[in-house]
């Protein structure tokens, strides 16, 4: 999402140490009035670090955090327009719901009629309507989470931070507060990073991701920017599954934007839409599972074909899944909504069908540095 806008908030250059050890190494990244972005990333990668940084909870050891055009670097959590929605929630269980919603605002000395008036508000917001007299033991983990959500957004803040928020809920419970939490932040238009490990909930929620690992990012893009042109072979296999061919380029005819790539077991004839990728380059493809499709050994010979035997067979109602193997390679082909289409059992010859619009990783890039979009 790139504007001519100032971003609502703005990393420069941070980087963090524990002792010897170097967490973050470099971070800069812009984000827009009313984005949800999200830092996602292993464990150990450095996202809640930042995180945190942003929130004051932890001193960059240099760099800046800009807020809304203010260096707040230096300001403790509580003197920033940030507020927090930790991973436990961190809940006050001697209060009630509405006092929890209202606590910060009767920190700041809000009327009493002021206070009663805005929680009123948060609790409709977040479908609590009639709770706010519950003890924070009477009610469920996805009822805590949209208290802590509520309280975090007491004050209106310019920018929310949660810190893994669904990590403590069961997965049907993580899908419907996801979509709760979507729709707040859409509504009230709060600007928003979210920090999850789950590449799933990460692509579900955001407008834009920050990929992290080992402290340095590794792209910055839309989900369909990170899943469909991964910068690097981490990107490419951290976000859902991904087949990888190595191969080389014969040809690039500029006319019709093809390029002519051999491996060693076929040639493929692809989308030209790198022109970074010359004729010579050492390449490796990335292949998607749900883009590859499976026909019988015999017939007419198709493009882009590979010959191969089916390893194994996985069929469950929604999703036929196959592992076919050719020569060395194994390749993982997925058939969504399989009912009308044919089915293939173990150790049947197929023909594995490659699409013309895959990405293409030039050889050196697998290591390859950061790319925003």
């Not at 009629?113 to 709770?131: F, P, S, W, Y």
């Not at 997965?171 to 928003?192: F, P, S």
């Not at 976000?239 to 060693?264: C, K, P, R």
Request: negative net charge; proline residues 4%; hydrophobic residues 35%.
């Amino acid at each position: 999402m790139e504007t001519n806008r100032t971003p609502m908030l703005e990393l420069r250059d941070i980087y963090k140490s524990f002792g010897d050890v170097e967490v973050l190494k470099g971070i800069s990244a812009k984000i827009d009035k009313s984005e949800l972005l999200t830092f996602v990333g292993p464990s150990g990668c450095g996202k809640t670090t930042l995180l945190r940084i942003v929130g004051g909870f932890t001193t960059a050891t240099s760099g800046q955090v800009i807020l809304d055009g203010e260096d707040i670097g230096k300001l403790p959590p509580n003197m920033r327009n940030t507020k927090m929605v930790f991973q436990s929630y961190a809940l006050f269980p001697h209060m009630n719901v509405r006092k929890n919603i209202g606590f910060g605002l009767k920190l700041k000395k809000w009327p009493k009629d002021k206070i009663d008036t805005r929680v009123e508000e948060l609790l409709a917001l977040v479908h609590m309507e009639g709770l706010g007299d519950r003890t924070i033991d009477r009610i469920s983990g996805g009822q805590q989470q949209r208290v802590a959500l509520a309280r975090a957004l007491a004050l209106e803040p310019k920018v929310l931070l949660l810190d893994e928020p669904l990590s403590n809920l069961d997965a049907n419970l993580r899908v419907v507060m996801r979509d709760e939490i979507r729709n707040i932040q859409e509504r009230i238009g709060v600007t928003t990073i979210f920090v999850t490990h789950d590449q799933y909930e990460a692509m579900s929620i955001s407008d834009r991701l920050l990929v992290l690992n080992d402290g340095v990012i590794q792209q910055i893009g839309s989900p369909i920017d990170i899943y469909e042109r991964p910068a690097n072979e981490f990107i490419a296999g951290f976000v859902g599954y991904v087949n990888f061919l190595e191969g080389t380029v014969d040809a690039v005819d500029e006319g019709t934007n093809t390029s002519y790539i051999t491996t060693e077991y076929g040639k493929l004839e692809l989308d030209h839409d790198q022109k970074e990728i010359k004729t010579g380059d050492r390449v490796l493809l990335v292949i998607r599972p749900e883009t590859v499709s499976l026909s019988p050994s015999h017939g007419t010979e198709r493009p882009n074909t590979f010959h191969g035997t089916v390893e194994s067979q996985m069929y469950a109602g929604n999703l036929a899944k196959y592992t076919v193997k050719f020569g060395d390679q194994e390749m993982v082909v997925d058939h969504y909504n399989p009912m009308g289409s044919e089915k293939f059992s173990k150790n049947t010859k197929v023909k594995v069908t490659v699409p013309h619009a895959i990405h293409v990783l030039k050889r050196q890039e697998v290591q390859g540095s950061a790319v925003q979009n």
